[in-house]
């Protein structure tokens, strides 16, 4: 069955600084990965997303995360954090195997301090 | 509409009511999902639709929840008897058949009962 684990329910880290937020997964299939952010009051935005392609994604707003089967990982980067990134992130997987359903992670809210 | 439109954005009702929540996916998009998100927390997988049929109703809380979808469209979340832990915020997602394919949100509906 598919699961995804977010590790931190709460990432708090300096404008200018790196972001690291981090996820796993399992899946018996080839799976698609992707990050979303919510805003507080908006809705659920694409970061980005992984399937089957290159490892390496780059999503908007300067994000990326890397797809590391070995290590069932798929974690969201970002070399600089600015305060507009504050926001809940959430890790989904999909594969055929769930019939392309959509399994989201609990979420890790992010703050940002100037 | 180029996007998911879910109507009405807010419903407050009273308890033991019914009430109905409209997702109008993107044309062409076979898959649909309902989520459900309480205050402060993650995305509660509740039903998901391939065209008409429904593969996995596994994260329906109750008996007192339903969904259907016609014409491979328009899909209606039915909640009879409401209780105030059904308070939350109902999520529709689209997708196209092909799981490599990120899923589109729309705004949601927030659920008051009181």
């Known amino acids: 069955a598919q699961s995804v684990t977010q590790l931190d329910s709460h990432v708090s880290v300096s404008e200018g600084t790196p972001v690291l937020l981090r996820c796993n997964y399992s899946?018996?299939?080839?799976?698609?990965l992707f990050w979303y952010v919510q805003h507080p009051n908006k809705g659920l935005q694409l970061l980005l997303k992984?399937?089957?392609?290159?490892?390496l994604v780059k999503g908007i707003n300067g994000f990326e995360a890397e797809f590391k089967k070995s290590e069932t990982s798929f974690h969201l980067t970002k070399p600089s954090a600015h305060m507009s990134d504050a926001a809940e992130y959430f890790c989904v997987v999909s594969d055929i195997g769930g019939y392309n359903k959509l399994i989201f992670g609990a979420g890790t809210r992010l703050a940002v301090h100037p | 509409g180029a996007g998911v439109s879910q109507s009405p954005s807010n419903k407050v009702t009273e308890k033991g009511k019914d009430v109905e929540l409209r997702c109008d996916p993107i044309?062409?998009?076979?898959?649909l999902y309902w989520y459900r998100q309480s205050l402060g927390q993650g995305l509660e997988f509740l039903i998901y639709?391939?065209?008409?049929?429904?593969?996995?109703k596994s994260g329906l809380p109750s008996d007192r929840f339903s969904a259907e979808r016609t014409g491979g469209s328009v899909s209606t979340l039915t909640i009879q008897r409401t209780q105030q832990e059904d308070s939350a915020v109902y999520l529709c997602?689209?997708?196209?058949?092909?799981?490599?394919?990120?899923?589109?949100f729309g705004q949601g509906t927030r659920l008051t009962v009181v």
């Open positions: 639709f391939q065209g008409n049929s429904a593969p996995d």
């Open positions: 044309s062409g998009h076979t898959a």
């Open positions: 992984y399937t089957s392609a290159a490892t």
């Open positions: 997602a689209s997708r196209p058949e092909n799981q490599n394919t990120e899923a589109f």
């Open positions: 899946s018996s299939y080839s799976p698609s």
